[in-house]
């Protein structure tokens, strides 16, 4: 069982291009997370969905985009980068969505952007 | 005042010794916790929840003070393998109803 799966495994992105991430789960977890991580600012909520074909708003969600079309795929879109998106971003999964539950992350992506 | 607060340290201890994080957060109404171990470069993962009066697992105890608002986090005779960053999680007391991780405690465990 692989559990979360990301990809790219790190990528350099010139400003103003597009870019998803990919995240992929096998756990059947109804709830998926995207975030950010930056030094002294800790893990950070962009987006989250609770169960397929709904999304929602964390607590950094501008310039970001996701969908879930399936319980297994929730991609995050920049749909124009900027420096400031540089970051190493984690994908997780829950089995609920709820406060209670045990996340489990994808190994992440380091994006770097020019 | 942050949802989770951390002394970032780093805490530097001898292999053997005990050593204790503490963590503060907001929400007054929060009931659950939990502790994530994030090592260099890698994913967080769960090492502990925290539920009512705490949890205890092997050399690990985590407590809840619910008067002053903070869980703490005992590691007793630690090893170089503990060496790590631990982040602690609370409920977020935003609209949409998740937790939020604090920046997290570097620990080092030194030979």
Request: hydrophobic residues 30%; positive net charge.
């Given at each position: ?7 790219p495994t790190s ?9 998803t ?21 800790g ?10 074909g ?36 984690f ?5 609920k ?11 992440g992506t ?5 | ?19 204790a ?6 929400n ?15 994913e ?8 009512s ?10 407590q ?6 903070y ?18 999680v ?6 949409y ?15």
């Open positions: 069982i692989a559990g979360i799966t990301q990809a990528q350099i992105l010139a400003a103003g291009r597009r870019m991430l990919r995240c992929t789960q096998d756990m059947r977890h109804n709830a998926m997370y995207w975030y950010r991580q930056d030094l002294g600012l893990l950070r909520l962009i987006h989250y969905s609770n169960t397929a709904t999304t929602g708003k964390g607590e950094v969600p501008d310039g970001y985009s996701v969908s879930r079309a399936n319980t297994d795929d929730f991609p995050l879109t920049l749909a124009s980068a900027v420096p400031s998106q540089t970051s190493v971003y994908c997780a999964s829950s089995e969505g709820l406060r209670t539950d045990t996340q489990y992350f994808g190994p380091r994006l770097t952007v020019l | 005042r942050k949802e989770v607060e951390q002394d970032p340290g780093p805490f530097n201890v001898p292999e053997g010794a005990t050593v994080f503490n963590c503060t957060y907001s007054s109404a929060s009931q659950s916790f939990f502790w994530y171990r994030q090592d260099c470069r890698k967080p993962k769960l090492l502990m929840s925290v539920y009066s705490g949890n205890e697992d092997g050399r690990f105890t985590a809840l003070n619910r008067a002053s608002q869980i703490s986090l005992l590691i007793r005779d630690s090893k170089l393998s503990d060496s790590a960053t631990y982040l602690c609370a409920p977020n007391s935003g609209g109803q998740k937790v939020t991780f604090g920046t997290g405690t570097k620990l080092q465990v030194i030979p």
